[in-house]
């Protein structure tokens, strides 16, 4: 995998404020970035591609045995007075929309599963939309070869996946969500609606803070109309501690993600993982920080539900080298033998590899100059040739 300098497109700012991409510029740090680009061969695609398919089945796995087992489901924090709900949420095949596996790979050997966001991932708008339109400018430029593709089939597959929540799962109407305080997160959900638009399902928006409860213990929008389909860019680990988690089992919500995602998206997946796959070329060794484990000369400590590096330490020889701090750790750590990420330059590239109900989709890369990556890392294009 190359990493190849370019001219930005001198126009690309404008775009960007027509399109919508209002998050280009994070906290008066760059986060789209187009002066490089990744190459990739179409065989390090195909192995990507596959690679994410057979993780993600691996992780279905994952779900079947924690929803059959309480002390499982102890291991992973779910509220016992949630656990019914979750259980349902599998049993019933409740659909899923989207995911992101995060992989460190730099081309060569076997890509290695960092985490799962399974639930909440953003990075997506630019991803699936902005990076597409950046190939199609520099090949019509001629900055790029006339050959080059992405991969990415991301914009394609989800509008596909509404389409089939509607028709297959009667989905009429999809309210969307998500905190206030997110630039970043509204983006990123007013993108998934306007694809909700582009396959002709009707969809509502409202700020989570503004869902309602009505007599009858259904969740309420602004104008007190029942919510029955919800896209919710807001982690389950939250929901199920919040008041309202009572309500949520008979509250008559499909949930976009639904409830079984709290378990991949738990950082407890990856012990999990190491346990039910052991030796697995894709997967590094994990272990519950409070279970025996053999020592470790470098390795990292993450929490059950961290988000965005926060609470993730980085140990070599006893003495933490990186660290990031945050609210998370009440709920428990793992740990997870250390990988180093690519290094290109002064920066480390990770990989994020986009499913839709399942399929792989994509690929987004960011860099980030510390160990672990943030938020504030930064997005980079990318290509192959065919």
């Given amino acids: 995998m190359e990493r190849i300098a370019i001219r930005e497109r001198p126009d690309w700012r404008e775009k960007a404020g027509e399109f919508g991409f209002n998050f280009h510029t994070l906290y008066g740090e760059p986060y789209w970035c187009e002066d490089a680009y990744y190459q990739l061969t179409l065989a390090q695609v195909e192995k990507v591609e596959a690679v994410t398919a057979e993780l993600h089945q691996m992780c279905l796995e994952v779900v079947e045995k924690v929803t059959g087992s309480d002390t499982l489901m102890d291991r992973f924090r779910i509220p016992k007075h949630t656990r019914e709900f979750v259980r349902q949420s599998w049993r019933t095949h409740q659909p899923s929309l989207y995911s992101r596996l995060d992989l460190a790979w730099d081309g060569s050997g076997e890509p290695k599963l960092l985490e799962n966001n399974a639930d909440t991932p953003t990075s997506l708008y630019e991803a699936a939309f902005f990076q597409w339109i950046w190939l199609e400018d520099c090949i019509q430029s001629g900055s790029l070869p006339a050959n080059s593709d992405q991969f990415n089939s991301l914009q394609e597959k989800l509008i596909a996946r509404f389409t089939q929540l509607q028709e297959k799962h009667g989905f009429n109407l999809l309210h969307f969500t998500c905190c206030t305080d997110s630039e970043e997160d509204r983006g990123t959900v007013q993108y998934l609606q306007d694809c909700a638009a582009e396959a002709g399902l009707p969809s509502e928006f409202l700020f989570i803070e503004d869902i309602g409860l009505g007599e009858k213990g259904q969740f309420t929008d602004l104008s007190d109309r029942v919510i029955s389909n919800l896209f919710k860019l807001y982690p389950w680990e939250f929901m199920l501690r919040e008041n ?46 409070d279970e025996p484990h053999p020592e470790l000369e470098k390795y990292v400590v993450k929490p059950l539900f961290s988000r965005e590096g926060a609470n993730v330490r980085i140990i070599e020889r006893g003495q933490e080298i ?3 701090e945050g609210p998370y750790g009440e709920e428990g750590y793992i740990i997870q033998q250390f990988h180093p990420l690519p290094a290109y330059g002064d920066s480390y590239t990770l990989i994020g590899s986009w499913l839709i109900d399942g399929e792989p989709a994509g690929i987004g890369l960011r860099e980030d100059k510390a160990l672990i ?10 290509i192959f040739l065919e």
């Fill in 244 to 289: 309202f988690s009572t309500k949520l089992e008979d509250a008559g919500v499909r949930w976009l993600e639904p409830a079984w995602k709290s378990i991949i998206s738990n950082k407890a997946l990856l012990p999990m993982l190491w346990e039910m796959f052991p030796n697995h070329p894709n997967l590094l060794p994990a272990w519950f920080a």
């Fill in 322 to 324: 990186a660290g990031v």
């Fill in 373 to 382: 990556t943030q938020d504030l890392s930064r997005f980079y294009p990318h």
